[in-house]
């Protein structure tokens, strides 16, 4: 474990003394450094002498009254392995001279949850809430169900440990206890306002509800990006049975959830911590049956088992056309009864939320719903009409999710968005960042690349071009499909060489549309298939491609 550095200076209980920064523990752990403290003891950085100076978090506590704490928590951990729990390795009983004890765990690179809350001070994104709350669903599903269900009873910030890669230990077991069915009421008041269950905080039963309650609170908190100090005031009314208080970017089954998780009631939250594992997984993807029905309304009663079928646009060059091809193909797709999540890859500049109408610019929680359809995005033309339509799912690359987000970290936060928001297509715009290391992930989980090609072939850059001779080869081998589209087509003399320079057949070849008539579209909040013409000419050009999407 690891938190903040102390002053290491020794400290004087009346039955003992603590260890000072430089003592050797038990004539083995070299002490380095505080790296928490709290009411029950110290957390001290240490060497192991004798396993080649390896790291360990040495938690020494004092003893009151000859009483051992360490012990109990010792017995409840060194039975358990999970990997969101600390792994004991040696433990120390009550040493009588000094009346101190000892437990010995892996060293945490990393901070705790709290000392996150105030160095950041702001909130985290839900994406990465809900990714830390499965962890600690995890942990606590495996503690609740051990033979002799353990309920912590003290989950907050502070007794959570996260390290750099987003993986957390849930730490600090000195008030678990074994759960006794049947028990009125646990022996004190226990727990820490604001994380703690109302029912803990007026003396009845603790059991895996309680869990689960401040299991929500933690939630909460890093979605607010404060502590949480008020059990009621800050989650309910004043009675403490209002509507939970939530962040405006928490909406919807993500909102349900906690609604369930911090409801005042232990009969009407989850009951189980297995019951709520199984709605974080539904609500962040990981099931193959198909979430949130409401979002996709001609699905009202089906569930699909199969995977989305991926396609990313890439452009040979700039001006190409890959993202006016991308959001034309999410179009006529649904055109043609699918659910489409079409994606601005989250490593490029963003433009879409200009370059899509009015009715979803910047709002990318907006899709279509049945027999509603988006203004500016109709679907006229061949294929289903506008009220049967599958509705399509805009991720933009500027919505918030991405806003503190590192470069190297876009493109998980990515992947983990398109199974959150999973349609039967995946259609994402990669245009010219197709080259950078973090989007070879993504293009190697594609089942169809698309490359766009224009008539400007003073563009087409060597290096890039075998770039992608060697991705072509490496797609084939490995069963992606590979399609070549040549945009912008027109007779001007020298069309059919053109053509011929590219590896493979074009699978569509897009005429060159009229900008003046793009211009117009874009400008007063349309896209190209609002335009009876252009919308034929797409429809026709694209058709090919298309059915081959579709095989």
């Known amino acids: 474990m690891a938190g903040r550095d102390g002053n290491g200076m020794a400290e004087e209980t009346e039955t003992g003394e603590m260890p000072r920064i430089g003592d050797v523990f038990a004539g083995r752990y070299l002490i380095e450094k505080v790296a928490g403290q709290g009411g029950m003891g110290i957390v001290y950085a240490a060497r192991d002498t004798k396993l080649a100076g390896r790291r360990v978090a040495l938690k020494i506590t004092r003893s009151k009254g000859g009483n051992s704490s360490e012990s109990s928590e010792a017995a409840t951990l060194m039975r358990l392995d999970h990997p969101n729990l600390p792994r004991i390795t040696d433990y120390y009983p009550l040493d009588k001279p000094h009346r101190v004890e000892a437990l010995v765990m892996e060293y945490i690179e990393g901070s705790t949850l709290a000392e996150w809350l105030v160095e950041t001070r702001k909130p985290m994104t839900n994406l990465d809430v809900l990714r830390i709350g499965l962890q600690l669903c995890s942990a606590l599903l495996y503690l609740h169900e051990q033979p002799r269900p353990i309920i912590h ?87 403490g049975r209002g509507k939970l208080r939530l962040p405006a970017a928490v909406r919807g089954s993500f909102a349900e959830l906690l609604e369930r998780l911090l409801h005042w009631n232990p009969e009407s939250r989850f009951q189980s911590m297995r019951e709520v594992e199984t709605s974080m997984r539904t609500l962040l993807g990981e099931d193959k049956v198909q979430r949130e029905q409401t979002r996709f309304a001609r699905i009202e009663n089906e569930a699909t088992n199969e995977s989305p079928v991926r396609v990313v646009l890439l452009s040979l060059s700039g001006g190409a056309g890959a993202t006016l091809l991308t959001i034309t193909l999410a179009v006529l797709l649904a055109r043609r009864g699918r659910t489409v999540t079409a994606a601005e890859y989250a490593g490029l500049p963003p433009v879409w939320c200009e370059l899509l109408p009015a009715a979803i610019r910047g709002e990318s929680e907006l899709y279509w719903k049945k027999g509603e359809g988006a203004k500016g995005l109709n679907n006229r033309g061949r294929g289903k009409s506008k009220s049967e339509a599958a509705p399509v799912r805009w991720l933009l690359a500027d919505q918030e999710l991405f806003a503190n987000d590192e470069e190297d970290d876009k493109w998980s936060r990515f992947e983990l968005e398109l199974r959150l928001n999973r349609g039967e297509f995946e259609i994402v715009d990669l245009s010219g960042d197709w080259e950078a290391p973090e989007s070879v992930p993504l293009i190697r989980k594609a089942d169809h690349i698309i490359v766009i090609a224009d008539p400007d072939v003073y563009k087409w850059q060597p290096a890039r071009l075998e770039r992608l001779k060697r991705l072509r080869g490496e797609s084939l081998r490995q069963g992606r499909v590979f399609h070549y589209v040549a945009n912008k087509h027109t007779n001007f ?31 007063s909040g349309k896209w190209l298939t609002d335009h009876k013409q252009l919308d034929q000419m797409l429809s026709i050009a694209l058709q090919p491609l298309i059915d081959k999407l579709m095989e």
């Open 493 to 523: 003399g020298y069309d059919r060489y053109w053509l011929s320079m590219l590896p493979d057949a074009p699978s569509a070849i897009v005429p060159l549309l009229p900008q003046e008539k793009i211009w117009s579209l874009i400008w």
């Open 153 to 239: 009873r003290d989950l907050k910030p502070s007794n959570i440990m996260i390290d750099s890669s987003g993986t957390v230990k849930l730490i600090d077991f000195g008030i678990s206890r074994i759960y006794k069915e049947g028990k009125q009421g646990d022996t004190m008041v226990l727990g820490t306002s604001g994380y703690a269950a109302p029912e803990m905080l007026r003396g009845l039963q603790s059991d895996a509800r309680s869990d689960i309650y401040s299991l929500g609170a933690v939630m909460l908190s890093l979605l607010t990006g404060t502590p949480t100090s008020d059990e009621r005031g800050v989650r309910y009314g004043d009675n």
